[in-house]
């Protein structure tokens, strides 16, 4: 069984930051690449970043320059420091983990409950 709890989520103003944490908690052999992904009204989810257990980072073409993904390996935490934020940012956030039970070869994806994110004056 394994948990992801996302936190950080709230009400900002245009211009504003936010910080997301994701833990990840159960039974963990190791975790390979963790994500964050938003959700707008009458959207589809699309992912915003993601990062390797290495930390190699990809991000959404819209937020690069302005948010950072980040993760500690020790914690199973993954991070999102969301700068410089827009409307068109307001979504529910979640985040994602690959995540290894055992010494086998097989990931398991993991989501977050979500966490909402709003921006708006």
């Known amino acids: 069984q394994v948990q992801l709890v996302e936190s950080g989520g709230g009400l900002v103003q245009p211009g504003g930051s936010l910080r997301l944490s994701c833990a990840a908690s159960?039974?963990?052999?190791?975790?390979?690449?963790m994500g964050w992904y938003r959700q707008a009204p009458g959207k589809e989810r699309e992912v915003v970043a993601t990062?390797?257990?290495?930390?190699?980072?990809n991000y959404k073409d819209s937020v690069k320059g302005r948010f950072t993904i980040s993760r500690d390996n020790a914690k199973n935490t993954v991070y999102l420091q969301m700068n410089s934020l827009k409307p068109e940012d307001t979504a529910v956030y979640y985040c994602?983990?690959?995540?290894?039970?055992?010494?086998?070869?097989?990931?398991?994806?993991?989501w977050g409950q979500g966490t909402q994110v709003t921006v708006s004056s």
């Open positions: 990062i390797t257990s290495g930390g190699s980072t």
């Open positions: 159960g039974t963990i052999f190791s975790i390979n690449a």
């Open positions: 994602k983990a690959d995540v290894r039970y055992d010494g086998g070869y097989v990931y398991y994806a993991h």
